[in-house]
């Protein structure tokens, strides 16, 4: 007897996807069975009872491994989505708080939505009269926050508040810090690059304050599986020995993958039917079939087009198909997680404000339109589906050159291990701000390197020698003891050095934009993105440092024309490597914005080109680069074509070094230049594109081959003429991309791999 096919909700859309060649890979996932362990005995009778009581009578293995590893020390777990990571945290935690009357614990998150989650999980728990849990952050009421202080043992906050509002206000927590037994920092894998550097140095700031009160707490971190854990969980926090607990002992639903391609329109040209209109055309064929479905796009923009493309397409999915995003009230948010969780809605359409940990019910099908920036973010978004048993996860590429890299390379891309998180607490410009906040939290003395480092003295006194801290016996204070400095340092921002972004339609100050990017991203009629909502720049007032914008709904975007130098500054290291001399060192970037492009979003065709005058500035940052030499380059090469070469060839190379390293290309500038005046002939610079850089360019130099490699695959297997937006085109490139040599780059960047 034959036994018939398995339909599912998604069939007839991956049979369609297969007969027009959309569909370029099907992957599959098998169910994975739970490991489970009784419930550990040692835990408070309360705790135990309550854990019954919510229907909890044993424990995926990962979790009893973290509860033991938590009472030995501190430990970060990094297990799948779904895999019940916050109760790995919880336990002990609430544990703590049972025994001891006194006990206080601090949990940090990065958005407000997961304290918000967070808090609702253990108010569950019902242990009213052990666990006092509250949320302390900007949207708090000041009335509430001395009674919070005051009678709350389970402080839920983000690293914003805890820099701004509650270290530089210790005195008023003095209680709080004298008992605090419990940092948790959730979702660890988001510190990463600028903001995880800023976290790294807030978090050693809380561990002064805490040894100041005679505390040394408990650290438990929990992240997205991620290639690096410890090393995260070492730099975040500047301790040693951290226990790592990543076999995932949960229960994993059959999943089945789909990477989807876009056809072409123009085979010459390179360009693709929009992958906005074919995740609305997914979205619909799923929700159609009763799939409940998330849909992750990067703007806030393109998150309304999808829904609405989807309600025009079919009007009885209007209320069905909604979209989710920042910018709306806590009430609405809250309302569409509801509506998610009950079974209301078919499909949500979100930005990344749905990746993180928030409980939203059970989904069928998870697609991701366009490269998240991270395998890690994209497994994450992924982990959404399959909650109800078999799952679809699809990946919809955009016309991008990694989209279309992974596009030609399925199954590599499939394989791709994570990504390893990198940061720095020592960039110079960020570590130099908090050891000024520090100061003002207390004076500076040698029993800060067991949290500040060893290396905190010399920049301290780097900061004398400016005139911001003054030493005295063997001290380093504040010059000027009432300044704020924590009111001038932005967690999003590498230098403190800022521009305001007000909005003048109701007087909001939406954020800061460091000085050395203002220029190219908030200039005088810049479409800027803003928590993925847009907004166009009335002005750029240099005198007061703010940018005027408001909302703004158009169908172009801004691209500024720019001349760049490097100068540079220091050596750090240098070895040969592919014919070429590899450099790595600290450069100093001069950039000054001669001009700005307007482009149509559907079709990317150029409105028109405005001037602008403005003024050169200038940072300092880390960058590796290479000197080409006539045996490499030959005769072959005339000027006209060696700099469209090396033109291409750093495009290709600043697109791939997001497999190498855990950022975005826009966290990354280059220059090209047939004769640089230090280095004596034709390079390349690859630079960090945040003052005093975050590591990025280190790893370029670390893996240089691989990087001259995959830049070499990306140009060679694009099947466009002259060079597209998957290959050797830069959305971000400061001369507009002119000139451009598609085949010159091809091979010159073959010649080097043949040394």
């Excluded at 301290?460 to 911001?468: D, F, M, R, S, Y």
């Excluded at 033109?647 to 190498?660: G, K, N, S």
């Excluded at 597209?724 to 507009?736: A, D, E, I, T």
Aim: with cysteine; proline share 5%.
């Amino acid at each position: 007897m034959s036994v018939a096919p398995e339909v599912h909700p998604w069939s007839a859309l991956l049979d369609l996807g297969r007969t027009d060649s959309r569909l370029v890979r099907e992957a599959f996932e098998g169910a994975r069975a739970p490991i489970t362990e009784p419930l550990a005995q040692e835990l408070h009778p309360a705790l135990l009872d309550a854990l019954r009581a919510a229907g909890i009578e044993s424990l995926w293995s990962h979790q009893a491994q973290a509860l033991h590893a938590a009472w030995a020390g501190p430990t970060i777990v990094t297990t799948g989505t779904a895999s019940g990571k916050s109760l790995c945290f919880n336990l002990p935690t609430l544990d703590v708080l049972c025994r001891d009357a006194k006990a206080r614990a601090l949990y940090l998150y990065p958005t407000k939505a997961l304290a918000q989650d967070q808090a609702r999980a253990i108010n569950a728990f019902g242990l009213t009269k052990q666990v006092r849990p509250a949320i302390y952050d900007g949207d708090t009421p000041r009335e509430q926050r001395t009674q919070i202080r005051r009678r709350a043992n389970l402080i839920l906050t983000n690293p914003d508040m805890l820099h701004m509002g509650i270290l530089p206000n210790h005195r008023r927590w003095g209680d709080f810090f004298s008992n605090l037994a419990v940092i948790v920092v959730d979702e660890a894998h988001v510190y990463r690059g600028v903001f995880g550097s800023h976290v790294a140095n807030v978090l050693r700031r809380l561990r002064r304050i805490a040894n100041a009160y005679g505390t040394e707490p408990r650290i438990l971190l929990a992240s997205a599986t991620i290639a690096n854990p410890v090393e995260l969980a070492e730099k975040l926090t500047g301790l040693e020995q951290i226990a790592l607990v990543d076999r995932d002992g949960a229960p994993g639903a059959a999943r089945q993958i789909a990477i989807w391609n876009p056809p072409l329109t123009d085979e010459a040209l390179g360009t693709r039917r929009s992958s906005l209109a074919e995740a609305a055309e997914i979205v619909a064929h799923l929700a159609r079939r009763g799939a409940r479905t998330i849909c992750f796009i990067k703007s806030r923009r393109a998150v309304e087009l999808v829904a609405r493309i989807v309600a025009e397409e079919d009007p009885k999915l209007a209320d069905l198909v909604v979209p989710y995003r920042a910018g709306y009230t806590p009430q609405q948010r809250r309302e569409l997680e509801g509506r998610l969780m009950r079974g209301e809605l078919l499909a949500v359409i979100t930005t990344d404000a749905l990746e993180l940990g928030i409980d939203i019910g059970a989904l069928d099908a998870a697609v991701v339109v366009t490269f998240p920036g991270t395998v890690a973010s994209l497994r994450q978004m992924w982990g959404r589906a399959g909650r109800r048993g078999r799952g679809l996860a699809v990946y919809v590429a955009g016309e991008d050159a990694l989209d279309q890299f992974f596009c030609r390379h399925p199954d590599e891309f499939l394989e791709r291990p994570v990504e390893a998180a990198i940061l720095d607490h020592e960039n110079e410009p960020i570590h130099l701000a908090h050891l000024l906040c520090a100061a003002h939290e207390g004076p500076l003395s040698a029993g800060d390197a067991a949290t500040l480092g060893p290396r905190w003295e010399a920049h301290a006194q780097a900061l004398v020698a400016i005139g911001e801290l003054i030493e005295r016996g063997g001290e380093y204070l504040l010059r000027h003891p009432e300044d704020y400095p924590a009111a001038r340092v932005s967690l999003r921002s590498a230098s403190p050095d800022s521009f305001a972004i007000v909005d003048v339609v109701n007087g909001e100050l939406l954020g800061t934009v460091e000085s050395a990017r203002a220029h190219t991203t908030v200039h005088d009629g810049a479409v800027y993105l803003h928590q993925a909502r847009s907004y166009i720049v009335q002005g750029l007032e240099l005198h007061s440092r703010r940018a005027l914008v408001e909302p703004f709904t158009g169908d172009f975007y801004t691209q500024p024309k720019k001349e760049t130098m490097t100068e540079i500054e220091a050596l750090l290291d240098r070895r040969d490597t592919c014919g070429v001399q590899l450099s790595f060192g600290r450069v100093s970037v001069t950039e000054q914005v001669l001009a700005y492009q307007r482009k149509r979003i559907s079709d990317h065709e150029i409105v028109d080109l405005q001037a602008l005058d403005l003024p050169e500035t200038t940072f300092e940052t880390q960058a590796l680069w290479f000197e080409l030499h006539d045996d490499l380059l030959a005769a072959d090469f005339p000027l006209e074509v060696l700099l469209g070469s090396l033109h291409a060839a750093e495009h290709a190379q600043i697109a791939v070094l997001p497999l190498l390293a855990m950022c975005d290309r826009w966290d990354i500038g280059g220059l090209s230049t047939n004769a640089h005046p230090q280095t004596g002939a034709p390079t390349i610079f690859i630079y960090d594109g945040h003052p005093g850089g975050v590591g990025i360019t280190r790893q370029g130099f670390l893996r240089f081959e691989t990087l001259v490699a995959d830049a070499h695959r990306l140009i060679g297997e694009c099947p466009c003429e002259q060079g597209c937006p998957s290959c050797v085109q830069s959305p971000k490139c400061g001369n507009l991309n002119e000139p451009l040599a598609k085949a010159g780059a091809l091979e010159l960047l073959a010649r080097m791999l043949e040394r």
